[in-house]
């Protein structure tokens, strides 16, 4: 249960009724929903430690005003870091589904909303799953966390990817990073991004890729968000969101492994990570894999 000390130097909930319900769904964090007579905010309480998992909390606060000034990101209330809180004003809308991407216009509005973000003010930090990857790598080894079975088979494998994606570099954006459906909030006129633990500059593709990835899109889909948010069908930019998507489940991979050494919740992460790094396993091992390095370095 939230402990309502932490609320007592917010002006917002100071001598009004309050009512506080516990929201689900989170990996991480502690949410709470909790409506007064002044509004309706989410009060996020993380533990501590989550900088094993690549988190900084002052970085996601200044990025979070950051995107609520782009215009996709919720309102920025309240910061108190000595309690790992933030507090963000409610969203009042429909949180997405995987499913909620079938809908009609739906991926057309998404592109546009990361559009919106990425042509806002810049973070105040990078992102780079590459260098994540590699830092948590790192960690598990030497903490003895859980590794998948031939996860360092495919290294190289990575370094290939990395190399045909350097080719033609994609100028960085402020990206969320961690579009997950759960954080996109359809008010019906906009569709709002939330959550920014992981965000910071990137390449745009990276985003397409990892909503393609967490999402659980088909290509086809892909294919539309690509060119939706390009304006047009670029065979580059697609093989380049799907090479990032790829990095996306192999990176995370191992953010499942820290979290079921670490985390207190109860959710088997080991299951989440196996789901990520299974679907890795395929696309590494597919035929396609040397096309998208190849498609990935073209100019159209």
Excluded at 104 to 122: D, E, F, N, T, Y
Excluded at 164 to 180: G, K, R
Excluded at 192 to 221: A, R
Excluded at 280 to 289: D, H, K, L
């Amino acid at each position: 249960m939230l402990d309502l000390k932490i609320l007592e130097g917010i002006p917002a909930f100071r001598e009004v009724p309050l009512e506080i319900v516990e929201l689900v769904g989170g990996l991480t964090n502690h949410n709470f929903k909790i409506t007064t007579p002044k509004g309706i905010y989410v009060v996020r309480v993380s533990p501590r430690g989550t900088e094993m998992l690549a988190i900084d909390r002052e970085t996601e606060y200044r990025n979070s005003i950051i995107a609520a000034d782009s215009g996709v990101g919720a309102p920025v209330i309240a910061y108190l870091p000595k309690a790992n809180t933030m507090v963000v004003g409610f969203l009042k809308g429909t949180t997405f589904t995987d499913q909620s991407f079938t809908l009609p216009g739906v991926i057309g509005r998404v592109a546009a909303s990361c559009k919106m973000l990425h042509s806002g003010q810049r973070f105040v930090n990078d992102f780079d799953m590459f260098v994540i990857q590699r830092k948590y790598l790192a960690l598990v080894q030497e903490q003895g966390f859980r590794l998948p079975r031939s996860y360092l088979d495919f290294l190289p494998a990575v370094d290939e990817i990395r190399a045909a994606l350097s080719v033609h570099l994609e100028p960085t954006v402020p990206c969320n990073n961690d579009l997950l459906a759960g954080n996109f909030v359809d008010d019906g006129q906009k569709i709002w991004l939330i959550d920014y633990e992981y965000s910071g500059n990137n390449d745009p593709c990276f985003e397409l890729g990892n909503i393609w990835s967490e999402c659980h899109l088909g290509d086809d889909q892909l294919e539309e968000l690509v060119s939706a948010y390009y304006g047009n069908t670029f065979r580059n930019k697609i093989a380049r969101a799907k090479l990032h998507g790829l990095m996306s489940k192999y990176g995370w991979t191992l953010w499942g492994s820290i979290q079921e050494a670490t985390s207190t919740l109860d959710f088997d992460f080991w299951e989440w990570s196996m789901e990520k790094y299974d679907a890795a396993v395929e696309m590494f091992r597919s035929p396609n894999f040397t096309r998208l390095l190849e498609d990935v370095q073209r100019t159209d």
